[in-house]
C-alpha cells in the first residue's frame, strides 16, 4: 500500500490503519522520545501523548513531507515541551524552597532506563554520564545529535524533520560533538576515580 492511501485510510479513521501505525512507529516513537527524557514510563507517557496528537491531527497533514518525518516532527516537540514544563516545574520548586516550603524531589529526568535502543553501553553510570551530556547541549544541537548519533536517522532525514539545511545539520553536529568532548572531558578531570 502506498503512503498516499495509507494516510487516506488514516484520515478516514479506519481502525487496521491506525494498527499498522502503531505497529510500524510505536519503538520509533519510543526511541525519539526516551532519547530526549530518559525515563521510560514519561517516555512511555509521551509516546501515547504522540499518537494521540497523529490521531488529532491526521486530517491536517498535507503530504509536504514523507509521513514519517512529520512523525518524528510531533515526537520531537511533544519531549521538548515536556522538559520545558519540568523546568518550569523545578523554577517553581526552587522558589518554593526561597520561602522555606515543602517541596517534593523531581524525578521526571532521572535515568531509568538504560536498555536504550540507539545506545549500547555497558555499563549504566556511564549511560547516565552520557545523557547527562547531551541533556546539558544547547536546544538545536541535542536535538540534531540525538537524532542523527541515538536514533540513527541520516542526515536528510534530520534535515527534514527540524527544516534545517544540510550544512546547518552538519554544522551542529560539529558543534554538538565538540561540545559533548569538553562535557565529558571537564567530568572526568573533575572526577578522578572514575575511568570512562
Not at 523554577?91 to 531509568?112: G, P
Request: glycine fraction near 2%; include cysteine; aromatic fraction near 12%.
Amino acid at each position: 500500500m502506498n503512503e498516499q492511501k495509507f494516510i487516506l485510510l488514516l484520515r478516514e479513521g479506519q481502525q487496521k490503519a491506525f494498527g499498522k501505525l502503531l505497529n510500524d512507529y510505536e519503538q520509533k516513537v519510543f526511541s525519539t522520545c526516551i532519547s530526549f527524557v530518559p525515563n521510560k514510563e514519561d517516555a512511555e507517557d509521551l509516546t501515547q501523548e504522540v499518537f494521540v496528537e497523529i490521531y488529532n491531527s491526521i486530517h491536517k497533514f498535507r503530504g509536504k513531507s514523507k509521513l514519517s518525518t512529520w512523525i518524528y516532527r510531533i515526537s520531537v516537540n511533544k519531549s521538548l515541551e515536556f522538559i520545558r514544563k519540568n523546568n518550569t516545574k523545578k523554577r517553581f520548586a526552587i522558589l518554593q524552597n526561597l520561602f522555606n516550603n515543602d517541596i517534593t524531589v523531581d524525578k521526571t529526568l532521572s535515568f531509568t532506563e538504560f536498555n536504550h535502543p540507539g545506545i549500547l553501553i555497558e555499563n549504566k553510570e556511564r549511560s547516565e554520564i552520557l545523557f547527562s551530556a547531551i541533556n546539558r547541549l544547547p536546544k538545536d544541537q541535542k536535538i540534531v545529535f540525538t537524532l542523527n548519533k541515538i536514533d540513527g536517522l541520516s542526515y536528510k532525514e534530520v534535515c527534514e524533520i527540524t527544516n534545517k539545511s544540510l550544512s546547518s545539520v552538519e554544522s551542529l553536529l560539529f558543534r554538538s560533538k565538540k561540545n559533548l568532548q569538553k562535557l565529558l572531558y571537564d567530568f572526568y578531570k573533575n572526577d578522578n576515580n572514575s575511568k570512562f
